[in-house]
């Protein structure tokens, strides 16, 4: 374990570990940020009114140009607040706080000043809006109106309304940012009004006489400008145009590298290709040796067929899952690889995905509770069928642990348990990496004990290898959707439908497009990780698994800097290099 120097006899140092756990010199800093940031939003947004209950809701739309302006001074004050942190007093876990909190409040800046930009561009549709920002304003304090001007200012707003809505009709179209924004500003200010009505409509005679008519005149034709502009909207994409339907939106080079950047990962796309290359063609090695132990020779996709036929019979999923579970728990359990909260095996749940969840999610996920991918009624013969091939119990059997114990659902009952304040800090490639991790450790740890187990579980790991090549190529402005369906029905043997749910859930899952590459390089990191403090002896798997997931969802550059007690400064960048492109 990594020693640190404490002051005091052995009792102090004890405490003081025990803190570290939980804590940091920041971590108060932390929490005071993020309740300062959920404050002003909360504040400078309208009430959806919940009138059955005490407790109140808040409508979620875009910032006012007030509320934009209040987030970035709390921004810039705590980043005054870090400037003048002795930052060489810190212990590693209170630099490494510093360093991951400047990192969050300077992109939410950047965000806050892309956002402002958007406006700017968009006011010229809503030059009303500051008007109904004005009435929202006097409804916080609950400021007395005067109904009758209420109603002739609402009027007044409708005609310049219907003038911007007979100009944008005009307007062929409109760059997709602004036309969402525009949409997203007006829907915001009718969300506004709305709160502001009902603070006064009927409690306030005059208000009441009055406001009403004008009123749901503005609302519906603030609600019909929103779609007409979100419908003005020009999608500016270098995607290629293909049969398969799926609609996204390449991001480009510069912008892969800038996300890379973000995420700590010092790589260009074009080299993290190259690692998923090298990487699957390990995988084939892997493969060959496999199909050639079940008889058939090099043919390894004969034998990937042989695995997905032995799907188990109809409504037997679960009880499959049980099984796969406790082999997975037991094999850990057998060589002490990290300690398991009793509690965790006790409370995790299960339930059955939807037919239409499946169409993006065509293999089950996890989380607090696993969700099993299984065909229904509802669905076409050929579709049952591949759903059924492609969660067998061989595929299944590398990836129930990385769902349930210990993955994801480890990961959220640790990370609510342990520095809880650092959610906002959380990547894919801790969330995805640590679960994918355990999927090669156990490989490489003999979980998989029969050739059929062995292609089992090389198909996520060559999975993940696509998942780099594809989506990387695909925000390149290389590759087609269609061309990435192909690449994994035919390099990795995905049921097309399978495939297709992948490439969808991909681009147009709301996922981010760092998201599907983040699996197999947070894995890597962890790998080599693990090579630096298990493989020389300085931790034992427990001890090493055991700080790692105390450490919650942060960048494994940073988990790494925390286990070596590396020498930090205030200005951190990422630079480590984990990936040794000669190594396989």
């Known amino acids: 374990m990594v020693i640190h120097a404490f002051t005091g006899n052995a009792q102090t140092a004890t405490v003081a570990g025990s803190l570290y756990e939980q804590t940091s010199e920041i971590g108060g800093t932390i929490v005071r940020y993020g309740q300062d940031i959920n404050a002003i939003k909360d504040f400078y947004s309208p009430y959806n009114v919940n009138e059955h209950a005490e407790g109140q809701y808040k409508q979620n739309v875009i910032n006012s140009p007030e509320q934009r302006k209040r987030l970035i001074e709390v921004d810039s004050d705590y980043l005054k607040q870090l400037d003048q942190t002795n930052f060489t007093a810190l212990s590693i876990y209170g630099k490494v706080d510093y360093i991951l909190l400047k990192k969050r409040i300077n992109f939410d800046l950047k965000d806050l000043k892309k956002e402002d930009e958007l406006y700017s561009q968009a006011a010229q549709y809503v030059s009303f809006a500051d008007e109904i920002y004005l009435l929202e304003q006097k409804r916080r304090r609950g400021t007395f109106v005067d109904g009758q001007k209420v109603a002739s200012d609402l009027n007044r707003i409708l ?9 944008l009709k005009k307007i062929p179209a409109l760059d997709m940012p602004v036309a969402k924004t525009t949409h997203d500003a007006l829907f915001g200010l009718k969300g506004r009004l709305r709160d502001f009505y009902g603070f006064y409509n009927k409690y306030d005679p005059s208000f009441t006489w009055w406001v009403p008519e004008p009123y749901k005149a503005l609302d519906d034709e603030l609600g019909r400008f929103g779609e007409l ?26 912008e892969l590298i800038s996300q890379l950047q973000a995420e700590m990962i010092p790589y260009t796309p074009e080299e993290l290709i190259k690692l998923a290359n090298i990487e699957f063609a390990w995988c084939d090695k892997e493969m060959l040796k496999a199909s050639q132990e079940m008889g058939l020779g090099n043919d390894w996709k004969k034998a990937l067929e042989r695995v997905k036929n032995s799907y188990v019979p ?23 690889l990290i300690t398991i909260p009793p509690l965790a095996e006790e409370t995790w749940g299960m339930v059955m995905m939807s037919p239409e969840r499946q169409l993006i999610n065509p293999f089950f996920t996890g989380g607090k509770e696993i969700s099993i991918s299984y065909p229904t009624n509802t669905m076409q013969l050929d579709d049952r069928l591949m759903s059924m091939r492609g969660n067998n119990p061989y595929f299944s059997r590398g990836t ?13 009952f640790m990370n609510s348990r342990y520095k809880a304040y650092r959610q906002d800090f959380s990547t894919p490639f801790a969330g995805e990496g640590w679960p994918l991790y355990w999927e090669m450790l156990l490989y490489d740890q003999g979980f998989a004990k029969t050739p059929e187990e062995r292609i089992g579980m090389l198909f996520w790991r060559m999975h993940r290898c696509a998942r780099i090549i594809f989506s990387l190529n695909y925000h390149l402005g290389n590759w087609t959707p269609q061309q990435c369906i192909n690449f994994l029905v035919n390099r990795v043997g995905h049921e097309k439908a399978n495939a297709e749910g992948e490439v ?36 034992t798997y427990k001890q090493f698994h055991d700080a790692a997931v105390k450490e919650n969802l942060i960048p494994v550059e940073m988990l790494r800097a925390t286990l070596t007690n590396q020498a930090l400064t205030k200005d951190f960048t990422t630079s480590w290099r984990f990936y040794d492109f000669g190594s396989k």
């Open 400 to 412: 129930v642990q990385h769902e349930l114990i210990p993955g994801h659902n480890l990961q959220y």
């Open 229 to 254: 502009a979100i419908a003005k909207g020009r999608i500016n994409t270098t995607q290629k145009s293909d049969s398969s339907g799926i609609k996204g939106v390449p991001i480009g080079r510069q």
């Open 159 to 167: 005609k310049d309304l219907e003038i911007h809505i007979a100009a």
């Open 504 to 539: 969808r859930r991909s681009f147009e899952g709301g996922y981010s497009p760092l998201y599907q590459v983040a699996y197999l390089l947070g894995g890597l990191q962890l790998m080599e990780l693990k090579k630096e403090l298990v493989d020389s002896g300085k931790m």
């Open 314 to 336: 109809i409504g037997h999923q679960p009880e499959l899952i049980v099984k796969l579970y406790n082999d997975a728990v037991g094999f850990i359990k057998e060589r002490d």
